[in-house]
């Protein structure tokens, strides 16, 4: 008997633990759920800390790479310009060896006018020297009956000296009129030297000027051939650049899409984020990067302010960011609703944080030229699903 009664026990004890096992697990699975819920919650909060620490990241890198683009920018400013002042050298150097030339070639024509004159000259000494040697060659032929008869047929003694003093003038007179035109010549043999002496200095002259302007041309292909490469990597950096602005902007349009969607926008002209200033120094569209010195989008609007004039929310909506944003330097954004974001870069300061709700007209920042900034202006852009648009069309 007890034995039966102890197997029945027994298997009371077995129903009921089969009861509570059924009754346990669906609670169980139950609650496995509702944890499931919980996590599933946490993961996405944690998949925006993630995307939001990835965007970080790649603000990081961006503005490395800008401060590169900016250092080999500069760099490329540099070369050109010692470009440009080589090529003003060779200019120089050119118009010199042009004008040596002239100067060569007018010593030239000097050298020829001058050997016409030692020809002259020449021919003057010639015939001197020949009405000479013709009156000798009488003297010689008459011997000294010439002279004699000259002299004999003299009526006074007076007249004696006087004919034999005439015919030493003459005489003397041939060879001085001689001498002095061989001197004549002499000094022309001398300038005609001279002037040979000058047109070789000149040539040789011109001939370092050829050598230099060679050099010139040889820095000129050397920092010709650097620019080259500053340029390539320019262009690099620019790829690079815009590959991390790319992906930095997928990272933001998936962290908008993680969060909360609901809010739409209220409609509405914008309110003017720089109350203190009218003044638009750039607009939205193409143009030349005024730091990078490439053709590039200007994704937003420029408004000329002092530093630390206000910035206030151009709508009501949720401060998504305030942070330092690579070139745009310290940066807010806002979310409005309906997939349109306002940014305003380049501030010197905050007045609000990331999450805030914000009103339209509210102060959330003060002017600055923080970032890739050529002076203190707020940059403001409107973005719309993540597109860039002219935001002078909500004003």
Not at 162 to 177: G, T
Not at 229 to 248: I, P, V
Not at 250 to 262: F, G, H, R, V, Y
């Amino acid at each position: 008997m007890k034995t039966k009664k102890s197997d029945k026990r027994i298997s009371i004890l077995l129903i009921l633990a089969l009861i509570m096992a059924f009754v346990v697990v669906p609670a169980g699975e139950f609650n496995a759920g509702a944890g499931n819920n919980l996590s599933y919650a946490d993961d996405i909060e944690d998949q925006i800390d993630q995307k939001e620490g990835e965007v970080d990241d790649i603000k990081q890198q961006q503005e490395e790479v800008q401060n590169e683009l900016a250092d080999v920018a500069a760099k490329i400013e540099s070369i050109q310009g010692e470009i440009d002042d080589i090529n003003y050298s060779i200019s120089l150097k050119e118009a010199e060896v042009n004008e040596t030339l002239a100067l060569i070639e007018a010593k030239k024509e000097d050298i020829k006018n001058k050997q016409a004159e030692i020809e002259k000259k020449k021919k003057e000494i010639q015939k001197r020297i020949d009405g000479l040697n013709a009156r000798l060659t009488v003297m010689y032929k008459n011997g000294s009956v010439g002279f004699v008869d000259v002299l004999m047929g003299s009526n006074s003694i007076s007249e004696f000296v006087s004919n034999v003093e005439m015919i030493q003038r003459i005489y003397e007179n041939d060879v001085d009129l001689l001498r002095q035109l061989q001197e004549e010549q002499k000094k022309l043999e001398e300038e005609k030297k001279q002037l040979r002496e000058e047109e070789q200095n000149l040539v040789d002259y011109q001939e370092q000027l050829k050598v230099q302007m060679g050099e010139l041309e040889v820095e000129k292909e050397n920092l010709n051939v650097k620019q080259g490469e500053l340029d390539a990597e320019k262009q690099k950096l620019e790829e690079k650049d815009a590959q991390l602005q790319a992906d930095a902007d997928a990272l933001i349009a998936q962290i908008k899409e993680l969060q909360d969607m609901q809010r739409v926008y209220e409609g509405g002209t914008f309110a003017w984020p720089a109350p203190s200033s009218t003044y638009i120094s750039d607009s939205f569209g193409w143009r030349i990067h005024p730091i990078y010195g490439y053709w590039k989008l200007h994704t937003g609007t420029d408004i000329a302010a002092s530093s630390g004039a206000n910035v206030v929310a151009a709508a009501s909506g949720k401060v998504i960011m305030a942070d330092w944003y690579g070139g745009y330097g310290n940066c807010i954004m806002i979310d409005h609703g309906s997939g349109i974001v306002t940014l305003y870069g380049h501030l010197s300061g905050y007045n609000c944080y990331s999450g805030q709700e914000v009103s339209r007209g509210e102060l959330i920042g003060f002017v600055g030229s923080t970032g890739n900034s050529t002076g203190p202006h707020l940059h403001f852009e409107v973005r719309i699903n993540g597109e860039y648009v002219d935001p002078m069309g909500y004003f």
